[in-house]
T-cell receptor, first 109, second 117 residues
């Protein structure tokens, strides 16, 4: 089963870019890389996903390494509302998801 | 506001009680999920329904009984729970299981916080 490794915690200053790394060295050729985040007292929220190419949406950008063994979620300008736990997830058997421990992002004003 | 609605938001019950958690979505999604989340831990998958049929049961104890009466509703019936079952129970939905649609995002509710006395 493909697993992901993320730092336990990261800090950022408000209005600065944040790069959240994820290692997934055992990823298979058909696994998509998904990112979710969970704000305090809320359910997880979809952020972005990709397969091979870098992806952008209104929330973030996803940079995927050429060998697909790692990826980076980029928040271009962190705000206080971006403080959350960020989960990097590989799609699993039967297309369901298994959450790893995630990275707790703290944003300082 | 989330598109997946879970009720109640909080529930306190004794170990001999029977209660149910409810989840509702009107996005036309045909895959629905139950997760359990303990404090400071990631969500853990419990059950997956696809087209109202149970697709995955992650070896969950029988004191948890899921039910999907129609494509919009998902219930979790609780009976004879233990104190260690106290947790946040999250419901989610997505378009489909399998195929290209499997990579559509899951939409989560804000959960039911369950406390077992």
């Amino acid at each position: 089963d493909a697993k992901t490794t993320q730092p336990n915690s990261m800090e950022s200053n408000e209005e600065e870019p944040v790069h959240l790394p994820c290692n997934h060295s055992t990823i298979s050729g058909t696994d998509y890389i998904h990112w979710y985040r969970q704000l305090p007292s809320q359910g997880p929220e979809y952020v972005i996903h990709g397969l091979t190419s870098n992806v952008n949406n209104r929330m973030a950008s996803l940079a995927i390494a050429e060998d697909r063994k790692s990826s980076t979620l980029i928040l271009h300008r962190a705000t206080l509302r971006d403080a959350a736990v960020y989960y990097c997830i590989l799609k699993y058997n039967n297309n369901d998801m298994r959450f790893g421990a995630g990275t707790r992002l703290t944003v300082k004003p | 506001d989330t598109e997946v609605t879970q009720t109640p938001k909080h529930l306190v019950m004794g170990m001999t009680n029977k209660k149910s958690l409810k989840c509702e979505q009107h996005m036309g999604h045909r895959a629905m999920y139950w997760y359990k989340q303990k404090a400071k831990k990631p969500p853990e998958l419990m059950f997956v329904y696809s087209y109202e049929k149970l697709s995955i049961n992650e070896s969950v104890p029988s004191r948890f009984s899921p039910e999907c009466p129609n494509s919009s509703l998902l219930n979790l019936h609780l009976h004879a729970l233990q104190p260690e079952d106290s947790a946040l129970y999250l419901c989610a939905s997505s378009q489909r299981l399998g195929g290209i649609s499997s990579n559509q995002p899951q939409h989560f509710g804000d959960g039911t916080r369950l406390s077992i006395l």
